[in-house]
């Protein structure tokens, strides 16, 4: 096949920034996606539906003209989050999921949840409304090592939180490891999973082997390949559980490149072309049109689009970096070559 027209995508994860930072990747993502799930962790983070309001004004402001696209705001939990702010959120029709991130587990997360236990009152409320959470399905302590922080989170996090609110509606976001496919499959259909390109693509290898690699240092990290495979099976197999959310998190060039290098894989610049990628060395391209466009509003409950992308197979040289604000970014495949192309 050299030409593979879908349903236009959405991306249900996404890191748009703010300012002239936002202003320099909102495009790559315009072109390509409807809407997307803009995540709230800025610095300061998005805690209230007044700042999601202009927040999502902000984003509309700097799209290009012509460009249709509507950004999905959620709101980032903290210990300090009321119930009565869910109830805003869901009667504001712009709020679409809220952000769990343990506090100190990745980018800009230090007012993230200390205690989930603090949590509860705020779960109740949303489990009533049917408002999603959003869970950055980590574990943030120390002791725990990095490679099994997603396991870790699911075993004493996840459980016990599914049990106390069994009818709470949960994305695990950016899922990276088999035990997570398995939990998420074995969990009812209020419980479903965002997978990255970049997850499908590369294993941790591509992190360490050969030098160290900082453009391909995110969270979660990278895993083993039996990881990766369990998530090629996971979108390959075209259950609605699974669907498309890149997670693509910009960082200036020289914030990656450091001797404390900030996490985060950009991949909005040819985002739909990479998991096209994986799912074309996956023999899995009839299952792409649902896993991108399908099954995310089927969660959400939102309409499917209308309209349709055409992607073709021909090869297009990636950028080395791209503007950034003031700075660069070094985009995933940097230089290199891509095999599918947007028309
Ligand atoms: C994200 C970021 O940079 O905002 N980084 C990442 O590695 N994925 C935060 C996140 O989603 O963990
Ligand atoms: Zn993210």
Not at 164 to 184: D, M, N, Y
Not at 192 to 217: C, D, F, M, S, V
Not at 325 to 342: E, V
Request: overall charge neutral.
């Amino acid at each position: 096949m050299t030409r593979l027209t879908i349903t236009r995508p959405d991306d249900w994860h996404l890191h748009l920034r703010d300012g002239d930072e936002m202003r320099s990747v909102l495009a790559h993502t315009t072109q390509r996606f409807a809407r997307a799930i803009v995540m709230p962790n800025l610095s300061p983070p998005i805690v209230s539906v007044e700042a999601a309001h202009s927040y999502k004004k902000r984003i509309l402001a700097a799209c290009s003209k012509g460009a249709r696209f509507e950004p999905l705001m959620t709101l980032y939990l903290t210990d300090n989050t009321k119930p009565e702010e869910i109830k805003k959120a869901k009667e504001s029709g712009a709020i679409y999921g809220v952000k769990y991130y343990p506090a100190g587990a990745t980018t800009n997360s230090d007012l993230g949840v200390t205690d989930i236990n603090k949590c509860a009152a705020v779960f109740s409320a949303m489990e009533k409304l049917r408002m999603p959470l959003l869970l950055h399905g980590e574990v943030s302590d120390p002791d725990v090592d990095i490679f099994d922080r997603e396991r870790i989170f699911i075993d004493r996090i996840l459980m016990p939180l599914l049990q106390q609110f069994p009818e709470l509606r949960i994305v695990l976001e950016h899922i990276t490891t088999k035990e997570a496919v398995h939990f998420v499959k074995a969990s009812g259909k209020h419980v479903g999973a965002t997978i990255t390109a970049h997850h499908l693509l590369l294993n941790r290898n591509a992190i360490l082997a050969g030098g160290i690699k900082p453009h391909h240092y995110c969270l979660p990290i990278l895993k083993r390949e039996e990881h990766r495979l369990a998530l090629i099976e996971a979108v390959s197999s075209g259950n609605p559980k699974f669907f498309l959310g890149t997670d693509s998190a910009p960082h200036a060039k020289e914030h990656k490149e450091s001797a404390c290098g900030c996490a985060g894989i950009y991949t909005a610049h040819a985002a739909i072309e990479l998991y096209t990628e994986a799912f074309s060395a996956a023999n899995a391209l009839d299952r792409l049109d649902a896993f991108a466009s399908v099954h995310g509003p089927l969660f959400y409950e939102l309409p499917r689009n209308q309209e349709t992308i055409t992607l073709v197979q021909e090869s297009w040289e990636v950028p080395k970096d791209y503007a950034f604000g003031a700075s660069k970014l070094i985009p995933l495949r940097t230089g290199g070559k891509m095999s599918w192309k947007l028309i």
